[in-house]
């Protein structure tokens, strides 16, 4: 209700708005001012209050945006694009309503609105056919089919579309090489999504939980499959045999947006079809592999959704050689517990879950010292960088790795990108940017001093990535590290110093479970199938190993911080220490992972070392150093000649 009081007061203002900028130019037809340089229009005005908007809601941290704010910019931009009286003006506000949209959908998980996105995308194309930004909105439809929604038939509507506008152009030669892509799936292959007739007939659902969407992040032994919820349930889960992973939801059903599709399925040798039926009051989820060794499950909120990881045969073979070689020594304590019935892990907990915790105390000395790169080495090493993209030589990337150390490839995790902005400083510097800044910075140490490590950023460039793609992206290139990169915020301008945190022993491990898999507040015990009888790749004592080697880790970035940054700014390396979190960064992660807050944003004192680049060399040479320090100690003496 409160929602809807926001977005009335908010539609009152812009008609308001609409009222005064109307009447405006004749209370100030004697202005000298306007009349030298031409009355502006009424479109012009209005686009000029909507920009105005969008960029106060943009200049926000990402977490502190609300829905009012975003349907008042939209609303006004939606103005201009009724008003349709200037083409440009009305282009450009339809492009940037649905930019809106899609970040809306981006942080909600909404499919719906990547819909209306589509739509409002379109719309450019069929009322503005001439316009500059008709090319923009057909590569738009096409990445939101492709990326967001992974709708086969969609996305290859949408490059057809953008070959049929363009047809000599680079961008339709692209367009063609993705079809060419595409054909392999789109010939001879039924829907995924099976739906009732009368189902259909009705276009619309029953009441209660509804499937909205269904992703997957692949790679040549491991898969990860997401289904997005529209709000909390219950989901069983069993085998199928040896190639199959069957997920029944009860009391749901499949969101109308999701009727007779066919899903985009990456290429991996692993991950092959992913079917849903509706069957009565019930949703199954058939997920076809080509050969399941082993599985995981769990369920995150805000929004609502299943998390289910998918291991090769070689996916557990490199698995255990890895916790087998790092032999870490893991207290009795430290074997995996069991997730407490009904609990969901919170996607960003709330910072009261984890600041205020006793921390670990004690870290370990590094008797290196910390050595900055100078601006004359890191161009040289940029010069010599011939870094792979995410997707290129995936399986030749995997497939290469020896076997004679436990450490062969890392992934640094840049937090936030696009329109996720992360904390924003009071003049302006925006988390997304220090971290990808601070991220490659770390990736030259680590090239430049172990050229034989694999290192890949979860991105390399200003855009967005889902939580639960950045760690799939570390377990698709069978990475053996993980590290993701923040900066902190407080309400308390003072706050200041640096903290490292590892995913807690009872939320490291997702194994198979012969239970039902909460996505809300209660739980109940499902039947176990004959065929679910494999050892599971996460047990107690492998689990322990991996959040032991993912505490020391933490231990090790945290004393390189403290060492590093409080030699120049003791407040700003200041050890607020190592702890444990829920993460949704972290969880699924079949390596040691860490997410490193590398300062704080809202201090004043911090802020302003962090606007030099010599500061921020100096953050990426102390999370090196730390890192290092730990690569030393466990990896073989071999390994280290």
């Not at 910072?351 to 006793?358: A, E, G």
Request: proline share 5%; charged share 25%.
């Amino acid at each position: 209700m409160r929602k809807q009081k926001h977005y009335l007061v908010a539609r009152a203002i812009v008609f308001a708005l609409v009222f005064y900028l109307t009447a405006r130019p004749t209370l100030n037809a004697a202005d000298p001012v306007t009349a030298e340089r031409g009355p502006r229009s009424l479109a012009e005005k209005l686009f000029q209050h909507a920009d105005t908007l969008a960029s106060t809601l943009h200049n926000k941290p990402f977490d502190e945006r609300n829905l009012s704010e975003y349907l008042m910019a939209i609303d006004s931009f939606n103005q201009v694009a009724m008003l349709n009286t200037d083409s440009h003006f009305s282009a450009d506000s339809l492009a940037r309503i649905a930019e809106l949209q899609r970040e809306m959908a981006d942080s909600t998980g909404e499919s719906a609105l990547y819909q209306k996105a589509i739509e409002t995308f379109r719309r450019i194309t069929i009322e503005h056919p001439n316009s500059a930004f008709v090319g923009d909105a057909l590569i738009q439809i096409a990445e939101i089919y492709e990326e967001n929604l992974q709708d086969l038939d969609g996305a290859a509507a949408a490059y057809r579309e953008m070959i049929e506008h363009f047809p000599s152009s680079v961008l339709a030669r692209e367009a063609r090489a993705i079809l060419a892509r595409f054909d392999a799936q789109l010939k001879n292959r039924p829907v995924d999504v099976v739906v009732p007739l009368e189902r259909v007939a009705q276009q619309e659902g029953v009441a209660g939980l509804q499937i909205t969407n269904v992703r997957n992040f692949s790679g040549p032994d491991y898969a990860r499959v997401v289904v997005d919820l529209s709000g909390e349930g219950h989901y069983q889960e069993r085998r199928a045999g040896a190639t199959r992973l069957n997920i029944q939801l009860s009391r749901a059903s499949i969101s109308p947006s999701l009727y007779h599709r066919r899903f985009i399925v990456g290429q991996s040798a692993l991950l092959k079809r992913i079917v849903i039926s509706e069957q009565g009051a019930s949703v199954s989820i058939d997920i076809d592999v080509s050969s399941l060794a082993e599985y995981s499950t769990f369920g995150l909120p805000d929004p609502a959704r299943i998390v289910i990881d998918l291991h090769g045969a070689d996916s557990i073979r490199r698995a255990r050689m890895r916790e087998s070689a790092l032999a870490v020594k893991t207290p009795a304590n430290e074997a995996r517990k069991e997730p407490p019935s009904g609990a969901l892990l919170s996607s960003r907990p709330a910072r009261s879950n984890w600041t205020n915790q006793k921390p670990i105390t004690g870290l370990p000395e590094i008797n290196d010292p910390i050595l900055m790169m100078s601006p004359e080495d890191a161009k040289k090493d940029d010069a010599k960088k011939t870094e792979s993209s995410l997707t290129e030589k995936l399986a030749e990337a995997v497939e290469s790795k020896s076997n004679d150390s436990p450490i062969k490839c890392i992934v640094i995790d840049p937090g936030h990108g696009g329109h996720d902005t992360g904390t924003i400083s009071p003049t302006g510097m925006r988390e997304k940017d220090l971290v990808l800044d601070v991220a490659r910075r770390l990736r030259a140490y680590i090239k430049r001093n172990y050229p034989e490590i694999e290192v890949v950023l979860t991105r390399d460039s200003d855009r967005f990535v889902a939580l639960e793609e950045r760690t799939a992206i570390a377990n698709s290139r069978a990475a053996d590290l993980f590290i993701s990169v923040h900066a902190n915020a407080s309400a308390k301008r003072a706050a200041s110093g640096v903290e490292t945190f590892f995913v807690s022993p009872d939320r490291a491990g997702e194994a198979p479970q012969a239970t039902n898999q909460p996505t809300g507040k209660e739980a109940k015990p499902a039947a176990q199938t004959s065929t679910d009888k494999a050892q599971p790749m996460y047990a107690s004592v492998t689990v322990g190993n991996r959040v032991a080697a993912s505490r020391e880790l933490a231990r090790y970035i945290q004393s390189g911080l403290v060492r590093g940054i409080g030699a120049h700014s003791p407040d700003a390396g200041s050890n607020r220490g190592v702890k444990h979190a829920p993460f949704a960064v972290l969880r699924g992660s079949a390596m040691p992972s860490v997410l490193a807050e590398v300062s704080f944003l809202s201090n004043p004192r911090d802020e302003a070392l962090l606007q030099t680049g010599q500061f921020r060399e100096r953050i990426a040479a102390s999370l090196f150093a730390g890192l290092n320090a730990y690569l030393k100690k466990n990896r073989p003496v071999e390994a280290k000649k």
